[in-house]
């Protein structure tokens, strides 16, 4: 299994609605990456969490609230939301930590539309 | 200050002609370097990454990729595209010494196939 599975596809919410996105991986990796993308831009990271604790935030709102639960999966809290907060998010996991020194794995994304 | 150029915005071949897709870095340090794949509304899918050693390195479907210190360049290529090479392609570089999990993006190049 080299799958990275996140869950919603798509997502439209409200300003004051309160969603998360899921991530799950079962290839036994340590690290786990949440990034944003807006259209036609690159890929912006937004949390990194190594053996299941937050060790990067890159000064990201408190309406995105990751969770780590488990060292399988990795959660965004969403609540709040302003309609410039809709794009591609993006969650990726590494065998240990620095993307750098790894090969990576990306999800396909949950596209989210605030409304 | 550290950042990735990709200077050609949008490229159209035709299937079966080579492909050479730009990417110059700006890095206070031996970088790490990465080449991904996004189709639309996809993950980002690693093509390839340079460490060290050999300069050309070769990735999935055909791609290589050729590390020039001297011009601070990591120019991707491919003999004979494919009308399924179609997509976005982005330029990444990391820091080599520091396990922090972020990669520096290019903005992209948009690659179109013509039949």
């Known amino acids: 299994d080299t799958e990275v599975t996140q869950t919603p596809k798509h997502l439209v919410m409200g300003m004051t609605n309160k969603k998360s996105l899921k991530c799950e991986q079962h290839?036994?990796?340590?690290?786990m990456y949440w990034y944003k993308q807006k259209a036609k831009k690159p890929p912006e990271l937004m949390f990194v969490?190594?053996?299941?604790?937050?060790?990067i935030n890159e000064s990201v709102p408190s309406r995105f609230s990751p969770e780590c639960p488990n060292s399988s999966l990795l959660n965004l809290h969403l609540h709040a939301l302003q309609p410039e907060d809709s794009a591609l998010y993006l969650c990726?996991?590494?065998?240990?930590?620095?993307?750098?020194?790894?090969?990576?794995?990306f999800g396909q994304g949950t596209r989210l539309t605030v409304v | 200050a550290q950042s990735v150029t990709q200077p050609d915005i949008h490229i159209t071949v035709s299937e079966g002609a080579s492909l050479e897709l730009r990417c110059n870095y700006s890095?206070?340090?031996?970088?790490?370097l990465f080449w991904y794949v996004q189709s639309p509304g996809q993950g980002l899918q690693l093509l390839l990454k340079y460490f060290s050693g050999d300069t050309l390195v070769q990735g999935i479907k055909g791609f290589e990729a050729e590390f020039k210190r001297s011009q601070s360049s990591f120019n991707l290529r491919k003999p004979s595209v494919h009308w399924s090479d179609a997509a976005e392609y982005f330029c990444a570089v990391g820091p080599y010494s520091s396990n922090t999990g972020k990669l520096i993006f290019g903005q992209g190049t948009t690659l179109q196939v013509k039949p």
């Open positions: 890095y206070g340090a031996t970088p790490y």
């Open positions: 969490y190594s053996y299941e604790k937050l060790s």
């Open positions: 990726a996991s590494s065998q240990g930590e620095g993307l750098q020194g790894q090969k990576a794995f």
């Open positions: 290839m036994g990796h340590r690290a």
